[in-house]
């Protein structure tokens, strides 16, 4: 074989034709291929000044020392884009792998989040069309898998910046656009499509003579995410479109090695590229992690409490359910903590998805999301933190979620809120090499926030019906998670949790229960009975309950990121068999009925037919149990009515005292000419939120990471607990005075 001109020589050549590059190129490849299984960074890491060649006694490369781009065998369109784009040094991954991905071998890559995969794939990508002189009567070339929307789009940026020199034509093809005619007439001239499966899928299913007959490279982001079971009838349908012959690149943080999901994708000798296998930990080494037992009853107050402590940060937030998400922000957003609140999932239209997605890439916020979030996403401008409100599913999901943070070389916080019966989780995370730090919270600094929550209940029924969803969609959540170990319903104190969500009372959890041989005995259970059948509920198939969340009955958000989590279409509603059947055991098993009235339970005879409505009725006014009820929030409600007069009173003396004690401060300033200190100026500073949360988040931080920073400031704390709706550091007095009035008219009206 011949020995290939140096890169010099490539470089130097500033006129070469593209017929020549290419062949260059090719030598160049061929004669560097390395050896199998020669990862450097996995054998061993690689001493900064290794020898070019040699990796150990056994294994060969001619790229093991190569640490720059521009030191690969790259068309000179392909390094310019990554000049371009800033990029210049290679990251581990893109190290290990693209020697591997360049020849054309199928690749398995493992790196922790935010090391650099995306650039792993997309380059080879490229670079292998543009060696094959693709074209646009050559069609589809490469096809590229996402998860998520997001994701997808995020990915399709990458492309164009590092792609921008070449000729390709390339697409993005993501749910919830409108545009799908316009997108059908153009794919078939596209040489790259960056995907979501769902949409792939319709245009394979419903562009006339879509074709990816051609096909070179075929690319997995997230691979274990698409080769889930949620994905796994869109995935089957789309790989049996493919041509067997082509080449194959999976990327993940959490790699999947199961035969059975690789089959598959009939992968040829695959290369699995594990450049951080070895390392002491599963995340990123500049990721401080942390964890803390919250009570379910608590969770919003440490929430708020955390808010208001970081008013400074950029801060993502896990909740298991759009419902979640909703209510928490919707109810946050009127209690105003001074920085500026988003929410994502995927309920939402995709316009504002991506909105949102851009704006928190951009600006300091707080960002509620479900585990839409959780994979790939690359916030532009780095996240501070990643708060889990709610526990992962599993070790995988935490390692995405966090991995949000602390990307390439920056740092990153993360916080995990764990129920005393979630404990276990923390046993599984360490075992699975994830340094997590656990601390004690410190109650005391806690901002209580559910009254004010009581009162804006009481205020709006839209966040009523929210609370109620987010409550009921918790407990769903809690109940079909597959690890048994850590995830109990049975364990949770519902009705302290229904209470901390502002709810005047406890909403009924009912599942239906059937029993065997026809014999219907009884229908509902509350999950506070004593004979709920809790084996019979456990024992429910994970893969149903998945995939029955494809019906789009607005109860199962909880799900979709999880299963299909952004094709919301309705596309993936065709794509399997599965569906039917799972809708009728939905219907069966999972039911919910939020809108029974309280306390009324149906009973069944022995055939299964329930009593007549009217019957129900007399035996339930014999017990008159909602009409106690009602009479309770009636007095509940009554009494915040009251309270909130009282602190109206009080608030008004208060801030009188305040003023006058700013105008005797401030005269005395200008009479000694001179300058107060902080301290003071602390205490009146209420008005400016922002101001007053900067002012607080030094000290906050710290009250809630480290488990003995005792409060010398009870004091303050107190007065602002007692103020049963909005917290006085939350809002300025006179926005309280405003809101409390106007929360009494709208009680009184
Ligand atoms: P992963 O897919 O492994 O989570 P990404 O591909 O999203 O990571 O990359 C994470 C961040 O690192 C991105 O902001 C990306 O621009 C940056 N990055 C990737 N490779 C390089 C590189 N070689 N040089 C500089 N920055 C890089
Ligand atoms: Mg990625």
Not at 169 to 192: C, P
Not at 230 to 254: C, D, E, H, M, V
Not at 508 to 518: H, P
């Amino acid at each position: 074989m011949k020995r290939p001109k140096s890169r010099q020589s490539i470089r130097g050549q500033k006129r070469l034709s593209e017929l020549q590059e290419i062949e260059l190129l090719e030598s160049w490849i061929e004669f560097g291929k390395p050896q199998s299984g020669s990862n450097p960074l996995a054998v061993r890491p690689l001493a900064p000044d290794a020898p070019i060649g040699r990796i150990d006694g056994n294994t060969f490369s001619l790229y093991a020392g190569c640490k720059k781009f521009d030191q690969l065998p790259l068309s000179q369109k392909t390094k310019d884009g990554l000049r371009d784009a800033k990029y210049t040094k290679m990251t581990e991954i893109q190290r290990a792998s693209l020697p591997q991905a360049l020849c054309g071998r199928d690749i398995l890559g493992a790196a922790k989040t935010g090391s650099g995969k995306t650039l792993a794939f997309i380059v080879p990508v490229l670079e292998k069309l543009y060696r094959a002189r693709w074209g646009p009567e050559d069609g589809v070339g490469s096809i590229i898998i996402s998860p998520t929307r997001e994701l997808a789009s995020q990915l399709f940026e990458v492309l164009k910046s590092v792609g921008k020199h070449h000729a390709f034509s390339a697409a993005l093809l993501i749910g919830g656009r409108k545009d799908v005619d316009t997108e059908k007439e153009h794919v078939n001239g596209m040489n790259i499509l960056v995907c979501t499966p769902g949409r792939l899928l319709q245009h394979m299913d419903e562009t006339p003579n879509f074709d990816c007959s051609q096909l070179q490279v075929f690319v997995l982001d997230e691979a274990d995410r698409i080769l889930d079971v949620g994905f796994k009838k869109a995935l089957n349908a789309i790989i049996s479109q493919l041509p067997k012959l082509r080449q194959t690149l999976l990327f993940s943080a959490t790699q999947t090695k199961s035969v059975q999901d690789l089959a598959r994708l009939s992968l040829k000798d695959p290369e699995y590229v594990s450049v951080h296998e070895e390392s002491v930990t599963a995340t990123p080494n500049r990721l401080h992690q942390t964890a803390m037992i919250v009570p379910l009853d608590q969770k919003l107050d440490m929430l708020w409490s955390f808010i208001k402590a970081h008013l400074n940060s950029k801060i993502l937030v896990f909740l298991s359910s759009c419902k979640q998400v909703k209510f928490v922000f919707e109810a946050f957003k009127k209690l105003r903590p001074g920085i500026p609140l988003k929410c994502l999932h995927g309920r939402m239209k995709q316009d504002r998805r991506m909105g949102i997605y851009s704006q928190f890439c951009e600006q300091r916020s707080v960002l509620f999301s479900t585990d839409v979030a959780s994979r790939g996403l690359d916030f532009n401008k780095a996240v501070d933190w990643v708060v889990q409100v709610d526990c992962p599913e599993d070790v995988a999901g935490y390692i995405h979620r966090v991995g949000r943070t602390a990307r390439y070389l920056s740092g990153g916080k993360s916080v995990l809120f764990l129920l005393p019966s979630e404990m276990k989780m923390l046993e599984k995370l360490q075992e699975k090499k994830i340094p997590i730090q656990f601390i004690k919270a410190n109650t005391k600094r806690l901002l209580p926030v559910s009254g004010s929550l009581t009162a804006l209940l009481a205020k709006s029924e839209d966040l009523q019906k929210l609370a109620h969803r987010a409550f009921i969609t918790y407990l769903r959540s809690i109940y079909i998670q597959q690890d048994k170990e850590v995830f109990d319903v049975m364990k949770l104190p519902v009705e302290e949790f229904s209470a901390s969500l502002g709810l005047p009372m406890t909403p009924r959890i009912r599942f239906l229960k059937q029993k065997n041989k026809g014999k219907k005995v009884l229908g509902d259970l509350s999950l506070q009975e004593e004979n709920f059948d809790k084996e019979n509920l456990l024992e429910l198939p994970r893969k149903n309950l998945v995939t029955s969340n494809l019906e789009d009955d607005g109860g199962d958000e909880l799900l979709l990121s999880k299963e299909a989590p952004l094709e919301g279409q309705g596309k993936e509603t065709n794509i399997g068999d599965v569906a039917p059947a799972t809708r009728v055991l939905k219907k069966k098993r999972l039911k919910i009925n939020v809108h029974r009235p309280m306390g009324t339970k149906v009973l069944f005879d022995d055939e299964g037919n329930t009593p007549s409505p009217l019957a129900t009725l007399a035996n339930n006014i014999e017990g008159s149990d909602d009409l106690i009820k009602h009479d309770k929030v009636y007095e509940r409600y009554a009494a915040l009515r009251e309270e909130m007069s009282q602190q109206l009173k009080e608030d008004k003396l208060r801030d009188r005292q305040r003023r006058k004690e700013k105008r005797m401060k401030e005269k005395m300033k200008r009479k000694r000419g001179q300058k107060e200190g902080d301290e003071e100026e602390e205490d009146v500073g209420s008005s400016d939120e922002e101001g007053a949360g900067r002012k607080q988040l030094g000290k906050r931080s710290k009250i809630y990471f480290d488990g003995d920073s005792d409060s010398d400031d009870d004091t303050e704390r107190k007065r602002d607990n007692k103020t049963a709706g909005i917290k006085a550091d939350s809002i300025s007095l006179a926005e309280q005075e405003e809101l409390a009035l106007k929360l009494l008219s709208s009680m009184h009206s």
